[in-house]
C-alpha cells in the first residue's frame, strides 16, 4: 500500500544527491551516530535516576530539565541526518524488517518520552519509587530497540 | 596480522552469520551508554548542563558507569578487530582511532592527576576554571572525532588494495606497494 509512496521518495532531489556522492551517506551516518550518542546520555542520565541508579542525591525533576534540552537536540539531530539516509535507499528499507521495527518503535519511544516518562519525572505526581523504576526500564528499552534496529538494518 | 586473521577462532567470527552483527551491534549500542555519559560529564565540565551538580558527584556516581560502558567497548571492539585483523591493522582510520584514543586517554589522565584533585576549590560552581572547561571540550572533540573514524573503518576509500592511492595514506596505512 505505501509502496508508490516509497517509490516516490526516491526520485526526490536529496536522496539523489547522497546516492551521487561517495562521500556523503557516510558522513550523514556518522553525524547520525553522533547525535545517537548524545540522545544516549540524556536518557540514561534520567533513566538511570528513576531506576534508583546514578545521581540519586539530586532530584529526578531537576536532571530532566537539565537532560531535555540535549535529548530534544539530539533528536532533532537524528531526525535530520536520518531523512536523507532514508531517501537514498527508500525501497530497500520498504523491505527491511528492522526499518518497520525502528519506525513502529520510534514513535512509541517518542510520546512515552514526553509524556508518561516526563510525568514520572515530577515531583507532584503520585510516582513511586517502584512506578518510577518501570518507567526507567521501558525507556532504556525502547530507545535501546529503535537504536539496535537501526543498526541491523545494515546488516539486511 | 596474518598469522592472526588465520587461527580458526578469527575465520569463525568473520564468517559467521550472526556473531559478527551481533559484536558489531552491541559496540554500537553500548555507545549509547558510555559515549552518552561521557558526554554529559563533559557538559558539566563546560558548564552546559547539569550545572547544579556538583562535578564530585558526576565523578562518583556516574563514572563507574563510563568505566563499565568502556570495558564492553574494548572488550567488544578487540572482537572485531580479532575478526579482521590484516585490513583493520592498514585502516587509516582504525590507526587515527587508536592515536585518538591515546589522545583521549592523556586527557583523562590529566583531569584526574592535574584538575580534579583541587575540585573542592570548584565542585558546586557552574562555571568552572578553565583547565576543567578545557578537558571537557578535549574530551568531546576526541570521542566524536573516534566514532566518526570507528564508523568510517567500514569504507575502503583508502583501502591498500585500491591504488593509486596517496603516499601519505600509503605511508599512514602501511600499505606494501609494489612498484614496476
Known amino acids: 500500500m505505501l509502496l508508490p509512496f516509497f517509490q516516490w521518495c526516491e526520485t526526490l532531489w536529496l536522496g539523489q544527491a547522497v546516492i551521487g556522492s561517495s562521500w556523503l551517506f557516510p558522513v550523514i551516518e556518522a553525524v547520525h551516530l553522533l547525535a545517537l550518542s548524545v540522545l544516549g546520555g540524556a536518557v540514561f542520565i534520567v ?44 525501497i530497500k528499507l520498504y523491505y527491511s524488517d528492522s526499518f518497520w521495527l525502528k519506525m513502529t518503535v520510534l ?25 518510577q523504576a518501570l518507567v526507567g526500564a521501558l525507556s532504556i528499552a525502547l530507545w535501546v530497540t529503535v537504536a539496535a534496529a537501526g543498526r541491523w538494518i545494515g546488516f539486511s | 596480522m596474518e598469522w592472526l586473521a588465520a ?33 554529559m560529564l563533559d557538559l558539566r565540565l563546560l558548564g552546559l548542563s547539569l550545572t547544579r551538580v556538583p562535578v564530585s558527584d558526576m565523578v562518583d556516581r556516574i563514572l563507574p558507569w563510563v568505566r563499565a560502558g568502556f570495558a564492553i567497548m574494548i572488550f567488544t571492539g578487540v572482537l572485531l578487530f580479532f575478526a579482521i585483523p590484516v585490513r583493520t591493522y592498514q585502516s587509516v582510520w ?32 557552574a562555571k568552572l576554571p578553565w583547565t576543567a572547561r578545557r578537558a571537557g571540550l578535549a574530551s568531546i572533540i576526541l570521542w566524536a572525532g573516534i566514532i566518526v573514524a570507528g564508523r568510517f573503518i567500514a569504507y575502503n576509500w583508502f583501502d591498500c588494495d585500491i591504488q593509486p592511492q596517496s603516499a601519505f595514506v600509503n605511508w599512514f596505512a602501511g600499505c606494501v606497494v609494489a612498484t614496476d
Open chain 1, 107 to 131: 514513535p512509541i519511544a517518542l510520546v512515552f518520552a514526553f509524556t508518561i516518562r516526563a510525568r514520572a519525572t515530577a515531583e507532584s505526581v503520585r510516582n513511586t519509587a517502584r512506578r
Open chain 2, 7 to 39: 587461527t580458526e577462532y578469527s575465520t569463525a567470527l568473520r564468517e559467521s552469520l550472526f556473531m559478527y552483527p551481533l559484536v558489531e551491534s552491541s559496540h554500537v549500542l553500548f555507545l549509547l551508554l558510555f559515549v552518552g555519559l561521557t558526554v
Open chain 1, 47 to 90: 533513566d538511570l535516576r528513576l531506576l534508583g541508579l546514578g545521581l540519586t542525591n539530586h532530584s529526578v525533576t531537576e536532571l530532566w530539565r537539565d537532560a531535555r534540552p540535549w535529548m530534544i537536540a539530539a533528536i532533532v539531530g537524528l531526525i535530520a541526518t536520518g531523512v536523507p539516509l532514508f531517501l537514498s535507499e527508500p
Open chain 2, 94 to 125: 582504525f590507526r587515527a582511532k587508536v592515536i585518538m584514543l591515546v589522545l583521549a586517554a592523556l586527557n583523562i589522565w590529566y583531569f584526574h592527576y592535574r584538575v580534579y584533585p583541587n575540585v573542592a576549590a570548584w565542585d558546586s560552581d
